[in-house]
Nanobody, 121 residues
Framework: QVRLVESGGGLVQAGASLRLSCAAS????????MGWYRQAPGKQRELVAT???????NYADSVEGRSTISRDNAKNTVYLQMNSLRPEDTAVYYC???????????????WGQGTQVTVSS
């Protein structure tokens, strides 16, 4: 029922910016925390940034100061603005959403399919 659709990835040069978007489609749920995670080749998936329903944010040290996570609750969409991109930012970026279904009051975690971000030197 719930689908997370990511967009905004691509191939850019170092120093460029990207804005990733993730929209959660579906009905009858509330999204608690949304976030972005990334996985580079040969590495574990790691947190990039999260944002709660009230707007509280959390960033990985590697991106803090040059990235901004935001959300539009009316659109069930989370954004990640990444500036001053570095080659080490190259990874598949996954959208994540923790949500609660209204009818059952049960919590679920969903992941997007991932969007590739490649930063060339």
């Amino acid at each position: 029922q719930v689908r997370l659709v990511e967009s905004g990835g691509g191939l850019v040069q170092a120093g460029a910016s990207l804005r990733l978007s993730c929209a959660a489609s579906g009905r009858s749920f509330s999204i608690n925390t949304m976030g972005w995670y990334r996985q580079a080749p040969g590495k574990q998936r790691e947190l990039v940034a999260t944002i709660t329903s009230s707007g509280r944010t959390n960033y990985a040290d590697s991106v803090e100061g040059r990235s901004t996570i935001s959300r539009d609750n009316a659109k069930n969409t989370v954004y990640l603005q990444m500036n001053s991109l570095r080659p080490e930012d190259t990874a598949v970026y996954y959208c994540n959403a923790d949500l609660t279904y209204w009818s059952s009051n049960t919590k679920y975690t969903y992941w997007g399919q991932g969007t590739q971000v490649t930063v060339s030197s």
